[in-house]
């Protein structure tokens, strides 16, 4: 584990917790002060199995109890929990199947752990902490490897009826579209997100675009080897096939949150996760697209549509604020 120690006495801090990103590679966990600071933090790989991970989480804690006076755990976990938030149902990147994950951990480690749906803690964050802070009715969009969603209506999150809206990265836009892990064919996440703009890229060369294009030489040497990040660094660069792969993003992203504004009609837009934070490359198309495709374009208020201020920190922080928050409401707390 790699750590990372800041020197902020914790009497200055107000009470701490640890919010805990589980992500399917990686797993951050950082100590939490009530400002939204994170004062230390160890990053570790996720391991594969449900007895490696609790272990995994389990020293991750250790490490940062032996140095802060933590008083609970928030867990951020992209996947499918009970309208309770006790167990984990069903996680596409992680081990946990019908899992008791709160129970579980909160005997093993010896304070209280509580989950949340990793999409709803980073709009939290958002709203205590970042971009989110003005909104009344706000779409928080992560959009990353896929896209995770948060939806906070008159700034409460909104959790469907069974808990596990919204999801609306599986929206699908496109009938008979590109396959998804989810099943489905077409869902928005396979045109909006850093997978898809490989896809966009790989399509727009097989259309015979890339002329000029540094990009589609290295592509030519190396298929396999194109990534989300490597396109975007590359539009940076102003390379024209990369360029061209975030206009097909930024007209996706424009449909999707018009119908998704059709929908909720929302006065705020945050983007968060990688993309989020690299929205330069898009914003302003994305703008565009999705004031022209809403109903009643041009008759009508549109959301303002903003870029993430936490960044890829936003699910720790709001993991350790969920669980902080909770625990207050909590008999005794
Ligand atoms: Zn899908």
Redesign the pocket.
Known sequence: MSSDAAAIPAAESGRLAVGIDIGGTSTRAGVVDEQGQILDKVRTQTPATASALETCLDRAVGELRERWPIEAVGLAIAGFLTPDRQTVRFSPHLPWREAAVAADLTERIGLPVFLEHDANAAAVAELHYGAAARGHNTLVLAIGT?IGAGLLLDGELYRGSFGVAP?L??L?LVPEGRP???????????YCSGTALVDHVVELVADGAGGGSALAREIGEDPGSLTGRRVAAAAQDGDPLAVAAFAEFARWLGLGLAMIGDIFDPDLVVLAGGLGAASSLFLDEAREHYRAMLTGAGHRKTARIRSTQLGEAAGVIGAADVARRELRAAPGG
Do not use: D, M
């Not at 998804?180 to 396979?190: D, L, S, T, V, Y």
């Open positions: 896929g999801e990265g599986h699908r998804c892990a989810c099943g489905k064919f077409g869902c928005w996440e396979r």
